[in-house]
């Protein structure tokens, strides 16, 4: 089992339409919380940041994290074809240590 | 400010061959990491550096792959010799503070043929 698990899909939404997008975890010492948005052929892309359980919403994005159920979310409203793109969870025991990525979910937001 | 820099963006070599990548990260960033993205994952840890000292270098195939940091500000990657399996995109990503924001570079993507 990885540490940390996403579903790949792809996903394909229409233009307006919420998106949720969700990873799970298995390492309790995981402490931060990010996701990463990946356009094809450049680099991932910090998005949200998050530290220890709990909501932060930016703009259209809302992350959360549940670490009873070791469960993270993404929430994109009023989604928009700019959004199209790779969405990766990442997590971190903390300090300067090492992300443990998911594997990515390709979302295509259709005008 | 300026992001992480990397070059080559794109390398297509032999197998066999050898071949470096080159990173320089986010000015002030004291910690430098090099991931390894395969198509359709996410990017992997290959080593990670607190100014010019490896700290985690456990997932590095050290009898291929090399790594340095010389005057702990910008790194090389370099493989030699490269094999069939060694093609995906070489991430560097440096971070600011003990927060972990990493911020990464666009990457090279290697094929090796």
Redesign the interface.
């Known amino acids: 089992q990885k540490e940390?698990e996403?579903d790949?899909g792809p996903l394909s939404v229409p233009e307006g339409a919420i998106v949720s997008l969700n990873c799970t975890y298995s390492n309790s010492a995981f402490q931060?919380f990010?996701w990463?948005r990946q356009y094809s052929?450049?680099?991932?892309?910090?998005l949200m940041?998050t530290?220890s359980s709990g909501n932060k919403e930016d703009g259209r994005f809302t992350a959360q994290v549940d670490k009873s159920s070791k469960y993270i979310s993404l929430f994109i409203r009023d989604s928009q074809p700019s959004d199209s793109a790779t969405y990766?969870c990442?997590a971190?025991q903390?300090?300067?240590?090492?992300?443990v990525?998911?594997?990515?979910m390709k979302l295509t937001v259709n005008p | 400010e300026a992001g992480?820099v990397?070059s080559p963006r794109y390398k297509i070599i032999e197998k066999k061959q050898p071949v470096a990548f080159w990173c320089n990260p986010i000015s002030g960033h004291n910690?430098l990491?090099w991931?390894r993205q395969n198509l359709?994952?996410?990017?992997?840890?290959l080593i990670?550096y607190?100014n010019e000292e490896a700290v985690?270098d456990s997932q590095l195939p050290k009898d291929r792959f090399s790594a340095e940091r010389l005057k702990g500000v910008d790194s090389t990657l370099k493989i030699q010799p490269a094999e069939l399996g060694d093609s995906a995109v070489y991430?560097c990503a440096s971070?600011r503070d003990?927060?972990?924001?990493?911020?990464?570079?666009?990457?090279t993507?290697l094929t090796v043929l």
């Open positions: 940390v996403q790949p931060y990010m990463y052929r450049k680099g991932p892309e910090l940041y530290y990766l990442a971190s903390g300090g300067s240590e090492k992300l990525f998911g594997k990515g | 992480v990397q910690t990491y991931y359709g994952q996410g990017p992997e840890l990670r607190e985690d991430l971070v003990r927060h972990n924001e990493q911020f990464f570079g666009p990457g993507r």
